[in-house]
């Protein structure tokens, strides 16, 4: 086919020296070219969607409009034949893409005839290219195989079906072939053209065949088509080439694109190129490795996996053979002979290999030294932690028995309280007075047994229990264990992890506990171990029984505000990274704060406010430095200021009334959050003759609802007591509701609250100013003691109480309370019922 091209080359050339090209128009709009010396003016239009098609290049193109393909057959049948090819304006997509669209079946109708509607979609500027070879395609469309000679422009349309086009023939500029630039660039665009096709040969043959005619070599403008046409670069930037007339700017224009073709390529090798050095060199390094492994088996250099990792094991066995008991060396001893006896490829031997590890790293017989010193434990948790004496006094307890004894176990503490106050951080300062190991074990939601006893070696994936992976982090036989969130504890399919507890916990048991993995006798008597919980009423009653319960109530307002001013704020200044002396809280800003913001038992909730002023502050700072680029004066933040900061109060007061009307009467209520306040309202709701009633609203639990019972009851006897003529519970509805209705509430300490707020109503009388009260009532007004004296205390100072009335009973847990917790506070002790009533309603 080359040879049929290099003759009809010829032929265009000898023509146009004579004078160019002519064709005459016979039957229709078929073109029969002649050489008369005149230009070819009327052309088919041939539409092109990959690139456009440069002068002195050879293109092979998909035809899909029949009228197009009819014309270009009698063209062809009659001599030569030549067409117009013009690029796609909106169609600048890759040749690689193009090609699989062309040879696509699908909607090849619907296609040829958008290529023929309109002659706007393309560039006015085309080429005129000779058609060589004519052969069929798919659905009727054909390959028509086509060689531009010459730059040309759409003047005007002489047909639509097919389009039939009157083009003017473009010359290139006048230009000097001599010029030193011009040469010295045809060069460059020739030398990149050999660069370009040692590494990507895809137009070599073209490019050779171009090279035997001089007429192209040696043309600068045909070079820059040429190079052109081997970028792999957008059909736009191929038309840019086209319609560029000035050959010195086309030179350049093509050696920019030769040049970036060029680097890309050679970065696409060099990666290439690394690629396969990177698996040479992994391949080398395994043959050689390979190969010195064989070297040094044949020399006795180098025993097999399995000899090394009983040789390892055996080391391990021999660090503490003399320190552990003879039960576990004879385990330990048993599985290194199983494990010598196995096959390496054999599923027991990796479960033997894992079970070893974990037996060898467990510190048989190694134990750290207890710093018993009362006086740097209690240096250790006054440096840590404000106010909590009574914590305190009985941790400095436990170290002194321990102190005597020679070696602290035994008990096992239960840290009790709200969130917040420090319990979890209690932990961690024990185990720094005693120079302990510290770990820390969660169980709040915890279900499956195996997390505490871990699996039978047996189940895939099988691991011990925490406390044996405890023992394995820490490194010592007597770390102390952290087990938080102890009253959470979850139950499910697997099991009761609470019982499972009984064995770890039960200084009886825990000289030999046994996990399910290890499956040899652990002594975790000398672990210490503390536990941590909101509350009591969900740890079961074995499990409780094991532990010494400490009581963490919460802190009063003088406690938070020191506790701010030591810990949290300097700890806020320093995670914000606030200069030092910048900024600052005032007295009265944190007061506030603490008052209106933050009243819970515990400080988490203070702690953040604090941090979210000093984030604000820290903005506030940097904006100042942006915009003055000077230092700036010291922040203080007042009182007035914190609404800015932390938004308005969420507290103003506690109290829905200063002065408790008639019928209602403050009473003390303790949740797992601390202390508050509780109202009992009473009121009658409908009047009349045998009506008497009682009706309770306000989530009240059976408990509650059986207090308001008695109180009803109660209330009727003292009022018959009183004023025998007084028919008033006999004859009315009453209603009594406890305020916060949402809130689920439970409990009989509410019994003496319930009967004064009733009495206050029959008698129309409203009770002393700034009373709250507390206790459980018998049928026959006996009061009873309750728990939580110290949150309700902190409560009813909080919603400023002065008066107190609590049950006789409870006078021991007032007598544990700190001065300044009772001070302001007239406290009564009482009974009987009859003494709340003197109390309440003074004669």
């Keep these: 086919m080359i040879s049929a091209i290099e003759d009809a080359t010829e032929a265009v050339a000898v023509a146009e020296g004579a004078g160019g090209l002519e064709a005459s128009q016979k039957g229709g709009n078929a073109l029969v070219p002649t050489h008369q010396g005149a230009a070819l003016r009327q052309l088919v239009v041939v539409p092109l969607r990959s690139q456009p098609l440069l002068p002195g290049i050879l293109l092979p193109v998909v035809v899909r409009d029949p009228k197009t393909l009819e014309a270009i057959r009698e063209m062809k049948d009659r001599g030569q034949a030549y067409v117009g090819t013009f690029f796609h304006r909106n169609d600048d997509v890759s040749p690689l893409a193009q090609d699989q669209e062309n040879l696509s079946d699908a909607s090849l109708e619907d296609r040829d005839f958008e290529l023929s509607e309109s002659l706007d979609e393309l560039h006015e500027v085309g080429s005129l290219a000779q058609v060589h070879q004519v052969t069929e395609g798919f659905e009727g469309s054909g390959h028509v195989l086509l060689m531009a000679h010459r730059r040309v422009r759409r003047i005007d349309t002489v047909s639509r079906n097919p389009n039939t086009v009157v083009v003017e023939h473009l010359k290139d500029m006048d230009y000097d072939r001599d010029d030193d630039i011009i040469r010295a660039t045809t060069m460059e665009v020739v030398q990149c053209i050999k660069q370009l096709l040692l590494v990507s040969p895809i137009y070599k043959e073209q490019v050779q065949y171009l090279s035997r005619n001089n007429y192209y070599i040696h043309d600068p403008s045909r070079i820059a088509d040429l190079g052109a046409t081997l970028c792999s670069v957008e059909g736009k930037d191929i038309q840019d080439i086209l319609e560029e007339l000035d050959v010195k700017k086309r030179l350049d224009k093509t050696l920019l694109l030769l040049k970036k073709e060029v680097e890309l390529n050679k970065i696409q090798t060099k990666i290439s190129k690394q690629v396969e050095d990177t698996i040479n060199e992994k391949q080398r390094k395994y043959f050689l490795m390979e190969q010195l492994k064989s070297i040094k088996k044949e020399l006795g250099m180098e025993k097999d996996d399995k000899s090394a990792l009983t040789s390892k094991f055996q080391e391990l ?505 009772k001070e302001g506070l007239d406290i009564n002790y009482v009974e009987t019922y009859q003494q709340v009533l003197d109390i309440a309603f003074p004669k």
């Excluded at 037996?359 to 740097?376: A, H, M, N, Q, R």
């Excluded at 300097?570 to 030092?580: C, F, H, L």
Aim: charged content about 25%; some cysteine.
């Design 317 to 821: 066995l021999d660090s503490f053979r003399s320190d552990a008991p003879e039960n576990i060396v004879k385990v330990i001893e048993e599985e290194l002979q199983k494990l010598s006896d196995l096959q390496s490829a054999s599923p027991e031997f990796n479960v033997t290999r894992t079970y070893l590890d974990w037996l060898t790293s467990i510190p048989w017989g190694k134990f750290s030294e207890d710093k018993l010193d009362v006086e740097f434990a209690k240096e250790v948790l006054d440096e840590d932690h404000f106010g909590l004496d009574d914590v305190k006094e009985r941790i400095l307890e436990f170290i002194a028995v321990a102190t005597l004894k020679g070696m602290a176990q035994g008990k096992i503490l239960c840290l009790v309280g709200p969130p917040g106050v420090g319990k979890t951080s209690i932990g961690k300062s024990i185990a720094r007075a005693l120079g302990r190991k510290y770990y820390r074990f969660s169980v709040g939601g915890l279900s499956d047994v195996a997390e505490v006893k871990g699996h039978r070696r047996t189940y895939i994936g099988a691991m011990p229990g925490k406390l044996v992976q405890c023992l394995k982090t820490s490194g010592t036989g007597n770390p102390l264990v952290l087990i938080d969130e102890i009253d959470k504890l979850g139950r499910g399919v697997s099991g009761d992890p609470a019982s499972a507890l009984l064995e770890l916990l039960d200084p009886e048991q825990n000289s030999g506990f046994v996990d399910h993995y290890l499956d040899v006798p652990l002594d975790l008597s000398k672990v210490l171990f503390v536990c941590t919980a909101n509350t009591l009423d969900t740890i079961p009653a074995p499990l409780l029984d094991r532990m010494e319960i400490i009581r963490i109530s919460g802190y009063i307002s003088s406690e938070k505000f020191a506790i701010a001013k030591t810990y949290l704020e300097p700890d806020a200044v320093e995670m914000t990274g606030m200069p030092k002396d910048s900024s600052e809280i005032s007295d009265g800003a944190m007061h506030k704060l603490i008052d209106e913001y933050c009243r819970e038992s515990g400080v988490r909730n203070l702690k953040n406010h604090i941090e979210k002023v000093y984030r604000k502050l820290a903005l506030e700072l940097v904006r100042q430095n942006v915009h003055k680029g000077s230092e700036v004066e010291k922040i203080v933040v007042e009182e007035e200021d914190l609404s800015k900061y932390v938004g308005p109060p969420a507290f103003t007061t506690e109290r829905i009334w200063e002065q408790t009307p008639i019928g209602v009467i403050m009473g003390l209520a303790w949740t797992s959050m601390g202390g508050s306040t509780l109202y009992v309202e009473a009121s009658v709701v409908e009047k009349g003759e045998g009506k008497g009633s009682i009706t309770t609203t306000g989530s009240l639990g059976d408990v509650m609802k059986e207090s308001a019972l008695i109180a009803y009851a109660c209330a009727k006897d003292c009022l018959l007591q009183m004023d025998p003529e007084n028919d008033f519970f006999q004859t009315n509805r009453i209603h009594i509701h406890v305020p916060a209705g949402a809130t689920p509430k439970d409990g009989p300490s509410a019994g003496c609250t319930m009967i004064t707020a009733l009495l206050s109503l029959a008698l129309g009388r409203s009770a002393v100013p700034d009373l709250a009260m507390t206790g459980e009532v018998t049928l026959t007004g006996r009061i009873l003691p309750v728990g939580g004296i110290k949150e309700k205390v902190i409560a009813a100072r909080r919603s400023g109480v002065k008066t107190i009335i609590l049950p006789k009973e409870n006078l021991k847990d007032v007598a544990e309370l700190a001065e300044e917790v």
